[in-house]
């Protein structure tokens, strides 16, 4: 599954993914991994991501096309 959301948030806020993996404190190719697929995004990094792009993780997970939270 690709998670194309949080590439598309990142990229309406003009980051890259180097500098969304440092507030992640992760590496590049970490968080690369989560926008291609390749890995699963594990939980602790999906709040980090709800909370830095003030979105649901049902949102970022495609889940849902309503971005507020509840």
Known sequence: ???T???D???DR??????LAKKLNMSQTGYSK???GENDIPTPILI???NLYGTSIDYLLGQTDNPKRL
Request: proline share 0%; aromatic share 10%.
């Open 48 to 50: 980090k991501l709800a």
């Open 34 to 36: 989560y926008e291609t």
């Open 9 to 11: 948030l990142r990229e």
């Open 14 to 19: 003009d980051l890259t993914q180097t500098q």
């Open 1 to 3: 599954m690709k998670y």
């Open 5 to 7: 959301r949080i590439r």
